[in-house]
Structure formats: C-alpha cells, structure tokens
C-alpha cells in the first residue's frame, strides 16, 4: 500500500449531514475536483474521512454509498466521547492507511489543503504535533476549567494537576504517525474534552506514552480557531466556526485570492514566522506549566477568544 503524506479525519456527529455537505462543496474540492491548485498526485496524497459513530443508521449507509468517505466507527456519540471516540479512529487507521501525517479537524472548521501538502512535504517525519497551541504564553492559558457548567469543564477526577501541559486546539491540529503509534501502545483514561488529553500524554512529564520524553509542539498563528475580524485571510491554514452557510463562500474567497496571487506570481504559502515551537513544560510536573501572562502583544481577536474560553461561550 502506497503511502499518503496526510490522512485528514473530519470529526462529524451522525446528524450533521448539513456540515459534511457543505465541506463536499468547499476544500474538499482541492481533493475530489480537477483544479489548478493541487496536481492529481497532490491530491492522492492526501485522504479525507468524516469520522462518525456508525449506529445502525440507513441516513448513514445510504451516505456513505454515495460518497464513500464516512469512516464508520463503534464509538460513543457526543461531545464528552470524542477523545475516546479519537482514540478509536486512531486505531482503525493503523490497521486500514499507511501515512505519514494524521489531522483532526471539527466539521466546522475550514482546512487549506493546498497549504497543509505544501507544509507537510518539508516538515519533520517525527515528533511532530502542529497546531494552535495552548501552551500558558499570553492568554493561551493552560489551567483547566473546573466550573461544570462550562463546556470546557475539566473534572479533578480525570486530570488533577493545576495546568495542562501544551496542547492544540482541537480545531485542526497534526500528528506525525510515530505520535499515533505511541498514544496506542498502551490504554489511556477516558477524558470528557478532546484537545488536552493529546498535550497529557505527548507534551507532559508525568503522563508521557514517549520513551524519550516529552515532545515540543509546534505553534502556528496561520491556525484560526476564533473568528476574526475579518474571517477570511489568505494566510488561513485552518479556520474555525464556519457555519455550513459560510463554507461555500469562503472557499470561493480562498480561490479568488489563489487566482490573484497566480496573477501576480506570489503565494499564501509563506509566513515561516508564524509556526513556531510552543513553551515547553516544566521539567518534572505538568502542574507547573508557565503562569498566564498579560501583557503578551497578543491580537485582539486572540485576547478575546480566550476570555469567551473562560466565560464557557466557546471551547478551547
């Protein structure tokens, strides 16, 4: 079986029909449409699955008939499952691809395949773990939210410690396949968030599944996992809280500015300044990971993603 550089599994509730058409007619057309922006050998380099709890839905199988890209897996539904229902789809795809890269992405979340290939063809094969990441720096803060009423309530009963040790938005992030490998070595907790739980394991000294230690995660700006102001940028390598409305006509917006920049001879694939690695965590214990800073120069948006993360209207 010939290798894929990227495996990208869309991370979609069985009722969310609206949202997987919506992407079918927006970026996953760099992949199943004739374009200008991605060669055909791009484009089988690159594997796009809708993970869905199977049930015993004919709305489903009749889906996946026609379209052929559910990834149709015996898991939990709902939002408190979706690390352990990540888990599962990690395993399966150990078992079903060979490839070098493994991406999550929420069904709402815009995803610039173009730039994704062009990024990961140069990256490292190893010990890499991309995204936004919360990581204690400027307002990325890393201390869970013990308030049950907040969406990103993490309980003292799953997670004890004071702060997270670095972890990406669960908006999009990347995970180089040695990284897969090692979270399925042995069995790990249940956790009711998604996103943390890859930080415990991979980024923190007292949980870590890798031999060698804690891994630094790599930081990327171009990853948008708020809206804003404006929504579109060409720069965008991941976008946030689309509507099934909006996906349409962002990805006309991603294409006009592709043809203008054809025009013009440049590229959105630049801003090497904007990825960078995340703080690392304290030597010894993942409960002292870097204090909250204020003051960082962060952008407004970025501030104001993060006091709606607090107040419980959104979700890390």
């Known amino acids: 079986m010939a290798e894929r550089l990227l495996v990208v599994c869309v991370s979609s509730a069985s009722g969310n029909t609206k949202r997987r058409r919506a992407l ?15 060669t055909p050998a791009q484009q089988s380099n690159v594997e796009l699955l809708f993970v869905v709890s199977s049930g015993s839905s004919e709305a489903l199988a009749a889906e996946q008939a026609e379209h052929e890209d559910l990834l149709l897996l015996d898991a939990p539904e709902g939002y408190h499952n979706l690390w352990r229902k990540a888990l599962v789809c990690l395993e399966v795809l150990e078992q079903r ?10 069904d709402d ?10 990024f990961l063809s140069s990256s490292p094969r190893k ?9 204690g720096t400027g307002n990325r803060v890393t201390q869970p939210i013990r308030d ?5 309530h993490m309980p003292v009963e ?7 040790p670095p972890f990406a938005s669960g908006c999009g992030f990347v995970l180089s396949r040695d990284l897969v490998q090692a979270l399925l ?11 943390p739980p890859f930080g415990i394991h991979l980024c923190g000294s007292d949980f870590c599944v890798l031999p060698e230690g804690p891994m630094q995660p790599v930081h990327d700006e171009r990853v948008r996992p708020y809206r804003g102001i404006p929504i579109f940028q060409p720069s965008t390598v991941v976008q946030h809280y689309l509507t099934p409305e909006e996906m349409v006509p962002f990805h006309k917006q991603v294409l006009e500015a592709l043809q203008q920049q054809q025009q013009h001879g440049g590229s959105t694939a630049a801003a090497p300044a904007e990825a960078e690695p995340a703080a690392t965590a304290a030597p010894g214990s993942g409960s002292q990971q870097q204090q909250p800073t204020s003051g960082s120069g962060l952008s407004a948006p970025d501030e104001l993603y993060a006091q709606l993360v607090q107040l419980g209207l959104l979700r890390r």
């Open 109 to 118: 979340s815009y995803v610039r395949l173009d730039l994704m290939l062009q």
């Open 97 to 106: 691809c060979n490839y070098a890269f493994y991406m999550h992405a929420d």
């Open 158 to 164: 799953q997670y004890a410690l004071d702060y997270y």
């Open 185 to 195: 070595r042995q069995p790990l907790p249940d956790y009711r968030l998604l996103d």
């Open 148 to 152: 049950p009423h907040n969406k990103s």
């Open 127 to 135: 010990q890499f773990y991309w995204g936004y990441i919360w990581d």
């Open 24 to 38: 079918r007619r927006s970026w996953f057309e760099f992949k199943t449409r004739s374009n200008p922006w991605l």
